[in-house]
């Protein structure tokens, strides 16, 4: 490359540089045309803010019904950081060219996922906190991970940009916050019979999620691309 002169007043004034040197920068690697165009990200992001929502209401009714005190005070910031989620999803769909009233509020998949978000919160006495932590911990939260991983994949990489910054940062609390309910879980489970009513729990829930499809309603189509 040919070098260029910075014209100075005089001789011992001028510095020489390469020229063009200012756009000497990393190659943007990304690919235009992902997997969603722009009906189908919106479509999803919806979803996505549905189950945010009722992550934080769900969890916001059970504080009040949990004995436990280090598992009320733990789930407070749970509660917190799903309703930054929620907020950051609604704060995306006017980008996506949606309509007042699909930015009013999240939407669910399809009738079954809203039937499978009611069955992840009936448990309401005091007693039953190993499921109400079995069906966010071990069943929801991983399969929102898991979803939004891909979407991160398999989006367009420009110009749905702004969705995989968002899933970026809710996926890493997210993976926290599995972790600490996990850790919780397996504390509270201390005999084969209360590991039992977590598996059982777990096993119920998960085969209703599965049957509605997840929080996209695609359970299947999105599992595939996984293996």
Not at 165 to 187: F, S, Y
Not at 193 to 212: F, G, I, P, W
Request: charged share 30%; glycine share 8%; aromatic share 8%.
């Amino acid at each position: 490359m040919s070098e260029r002169m910075y014209p100075g007043i005089g001789p011992d004034e001028r510095t020489s540089f390469a020229a063009y040197s200012a756009f000497d920068i990393p190659e943007d690697l990304r690919e235009l045309h992902g997997r969603y165009d722009v009906v189908a990200v919106a479509k999803r992001v919806r979803n996505f803010r549905y189950a945010e929502e009722w992550i934080m209401m769900m969890m916001g009714g059970w504080i009040a019904t949990v004995p436990e005190v280090p598992v009320k005070t733990g789930l407070g910031k749970v509660i917190w950081e799903g309703a930054l989620a929620a907020d950051e999803f609604g704060k995306r769909l006017p980008e996506l060219r949606c309509g007042r009233r699909a930015m009013a509020s999240g939407e669910p998949s399809n009738q079954g996922f809203a039937d499978f978000i009611q069955s992840l919160a009936e448990p309401e006495t005091p007693d039953l906190t190993i499921e109400k932590l079995t069906g966010i911990f071990d069943v929801f939260l991983p399969h929102l991970v898991e979803v939004y991983e891909l979407h991160m994949r398999e989006t367009d990489q420009i110009s749905d940009a702004p969705t995989i910054e968002i899933l970026d940062v809710i996926v890493a609390r997210k993976k926290r916050h599995i972790t600490w309910g996990q850790e919780v879980l397996d504390r509270l489970c201390e005999t084969e019979a209360l590991r039992e009513r977590r598996r059982n729990r777990a096993d119920t829930l998960a085969s209703e999620l599965k049957e509605s499809g997840g929080v996209t309603g695609s359970l299947e189509i999105e599992r595939d691309n996984l293996n």
